[in-house]
């Protein structure tokens, strides 16, 4: 199925991860189908906190050959890789991340986002890429349910981090709810 010209569907986020999280494929890749210009597509990405593959695993994985991308993808996962520590890997920045396979936002090593999983167990859906899912104390690894809040958007986030701390943008791990 190809989509391009008046749709813009890169303007929506579930779409837009899916193309490039599930699809594997890449923004050039994304852009041209759609008919815009890479720049088009990494500002929507951006704008919709979709995470990007680094330049490094984007070169490793071989982008033009799907067949090796997915060999490459697959042998990497799980207890074959050498940073493999039992499902639950600790971001440098605090967050945890869980191994999900088959979940439709994972990571392309398999893994999403704690705080996330336990937002959509609780809602009984998955979240959309657009969705942010805030820590009320500040404590990236605190994903009990009760410090969780759901944000539609960037947009509402920021409003509530701008009310909390009125006047000045308090940092996202700084917030104090
Ligand atoms: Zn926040």
Known sequence: MRIRGK???YK?????AHQYHRLQKS???IANEAGVTQQIVIYFMNKFGIERRSRVSAGRLGMKNPVSRKKISFSKLGKKNPNWKGGVHIKADGYRLVRSLGHPY???QGY???HRLVMERHLGRFLSPGEIVHHINGIPDDNR???LLLFSGQKE???HHHLLSPGKLIPMRKAKG
């Not at 929506?12 to 837009?16: G, S």
């Open 145 to 147: 349910y009760a410090n």
């Open 12 to 16: 929506n986020p579930t779409w837009l």
């Open 7 to 9: 749709n813009e569907p």
């Open 112 to 114: 999403v986002a704690e």
């Open 106 to 108: 994972a990571d392309r």
């Open 27 to 29: 923004s050039t890749t």
């Open 157 to 159: 986030h920021l409003r």
